[in-house]
């Protein structure tokens, strides 16, 4: 059965430990482009653009809110608690079959803190509560992300090929977590 606006909206705003997940929000738009636009970041991302400016940021935000109004997809920002700093982001892609393709970037300035792991626990609570089974791929040479995705109980199922921004198809490790 499809998930209505009103269920999703009760996964608005979800308790991270020292940070905070909330929707997308305009005033988010001037931060994105020096932490998701940093190379060291978009290198792993197959969907964000390169180089990132700022007008790229206020789609992302429009379309992000669109998404969640259709219940096809949850994205938040990842904000520090008590100052609503930006950190990074995450999303919950709600594909067909009940799926949940999990998405993630921390910004460079605030990784490596335990900030993506209670994150990812938040969220991947919300695909359980879902009934989602919850999904990711992730470039084989993505030590970070292999390393955190094992750590929060994925497992390797195989490989797929993924689109990257640019047009290219490569290969990705595929993840399911285990249940
Ligand atoms: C992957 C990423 C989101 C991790 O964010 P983070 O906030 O630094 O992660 P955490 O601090 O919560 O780390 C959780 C665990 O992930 C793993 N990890 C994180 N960074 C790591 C690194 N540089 N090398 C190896 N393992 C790493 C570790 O297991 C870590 O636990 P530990 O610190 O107790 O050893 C971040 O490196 C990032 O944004 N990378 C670029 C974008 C990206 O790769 N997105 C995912 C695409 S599939």
New binding site residues.
């Given amino acids: 059965m499809p998930i209505t606006a009103a269920e999703l909206s009760a996964f608005g705003r979800l308790d991270a430990g020292a940070a905070l997940l909330r929707p997308w929000q305009a005033s988010d738009a001037p931060q994105l482009p020096t932490l998701v636009g940093d190379w ?6 197959i969907a964000v653009p390169f180089p990132y400016v700022e007008s790229d940021a206020r789609f992302w935000i429009r379309h992000s809110g669109q998404l969640r109004a259709a219940g096809d997809a949850l994205g938040w920002a990842i904000v520090r608690k008590g100052g609503d700093a930006l ?2 982001g995450i999303e919950l892609r709600l594909g067909a079959e009940g799926r949940a393709e999990l ?6 300035p ?11 626990i938040a969220a991947l609570d919300v695909a359980t509560r879902l009934g989602r089974q919850a999904e ?4 084989p040479l ?10 929060a109980g994925f497992v390797l199922r195989g490989q797929r090929m993924v689109r990257t921004r640019d047009g290219r198809e490569i290969i ?1 490790d595929f993840l399911e977590k285990d249940r």
């Fill in positions: 060291r970041v978009a290198r792993w991302l950190l990074g998405g993630y970037w921390m910004g460079l605030y990784q490596r803190r335990g900030y993506m792991r209670a994150a990812v990711a791929t992730v470039d993505n030590a970070a992300s292999r390393a955190l995705l094992f750590d990705h």
